[in-house]
């Protein structure tokens, strides 16, 4: 059973920065991309960023430039680096992980259906 335990969530000021972490377990074979998305309140869930099992990486418009995702293999760990913060960053923060090709097409990656396992979110608060 795959489980997705993430962390680093909390309270900042705009401007600010938080690194998010995502440790994984329970893997039969490895991913074929790790994502990172993310719900406000009243909003739908939107991808944020997602990154292969090649490496390559794909970030929404609202966090290029601002936020950084990346992964440690040998600790079998994601992690979202953000920096800028902006009040609209305000949400809950879930790591994913796709076991499908599906999310490794740059029309598809950063789309919640693309990915099969979630964990239980990291509150991510930013205040003006």
């Known amino acids: 059973q795959v489980q997705l335990v993430e962390s680093g969530g909390g309270s900042v000021q705009a401007g600010g920065s938080l690194r998010l972490s995502c440790t994984a377990s329970?893997?039969?074979?490895?991913?074929?991309?790790m994502g990172w998305f993310r719900q406000a309140p009243g909003k739908g869930r939107e991808g944020v960023a997602r990154?292969?099992?090649?490496?390559?990486?794909g970030y929404a418009d609202s966090a290029k430039g601002r936020f950084t995702i990346s992964q440690d293999n040998a600790k079998n760990t994601l992690y979202l680096q953000m920096n800028s913060l902006k009040p609209e960053d305000t949400a809950m923060y879930y790591c994913a992980a796709a076991t499908g090709p599906l999310c490794t097409n740059g029309n598809y990656g950063l789309v919640d259906f693309a990915f099969a396992f979630w964990g239980q979110g990291t509150q991510v608060t930013v205040s003006s």
């Open positions: 329970g893997y039969t074979e490895s991913p074929y991309c």
């Open positions: 990154i292969t099992n090649l490496g390559t990486r």
